[in-house]
């Protein structure tokens, strides 16, 4: 059975170390370079501004595998500010050898579970770019509620524009 089938993955979620930064900015900049997930366009440009980005993230985290390697990432914060700040809003980012092993879910159930811990009474996505069938399918398996679609609202690589979809999950 593999991890898509129930089976846990064979990775720890843990807060993210100094010594983590080289994998998890790879990482990240590999989302970004692909431009189908992540409304970013620059990518991270060194160790001091990704020390500084996961650093000033509520929560950052990193999923290793069972040699210590890092193979995914997320970062949590507020969605917003002041009378919206208890909502949370977090960006995952996998590998792409790493991907289809669970360490999505892995790290969105992570997420999860730091919400109220962190102070947050819910998780909100501003934009699951429509395409994104694998992260559509993992957030409604994990009970996230789509609230909304924004049409044409992101910007492909291509030049089309996509929808984005608008997800909620309570904390527990």
């Known amino acids: ?89 977090a960006s995952y980012a996998v590998a792409a050898s790493a991907r289809g092993r669970g360490i999505g879910r892995a790290l969105v159930a992570d997420s999860l579970a730091a919400l109220a811990p962190c102070g947050f009474r819910g998780l909100q996505f501003n934009a699951v770019v429509a395409s994104n069938a694998g992260a559509i399918a993992l957030y409604e398996s994990l009970g996230f509620a789509r609230v909304g679609t924004v049409p044409g609202g992101f910007l492909n690589p291509d030049g089309a524009y996509e929808d984005i979809h608008l997800f909620y999950h309570p904390a527990d």
């Not at 059975?1 to 807060?15: I, K, Q």
């Not at 409304?39 to 595998?65: H, I, M, N, S």
Request: net charge negative.
């Open 1 to 89: 059975m593999d991890a898509r089938e129930g089976a846990a993955p064979a990775v720890a979620v843990r807060p993210w170390e100094p010594a983590d930064l080289d994998a998890m900015t790879a990482i990240w900049n590999e989302v970004v370079r692909e431009g189908r997930a992540f409304p970013q366009t620059d990518e991270l440009p060194g160790a001091d501004a990704a020390a500084a980005f996961f650093g000033a993230q509520t929560r950052a985290a990193v999923a290793a595998g069972a040699s210590g390697e890092v193979l995914g990432l997320y970062v949590l914060h507020p969605n917003n500010v002041g009378r919206c700040a208890h909502v949370a809003n």
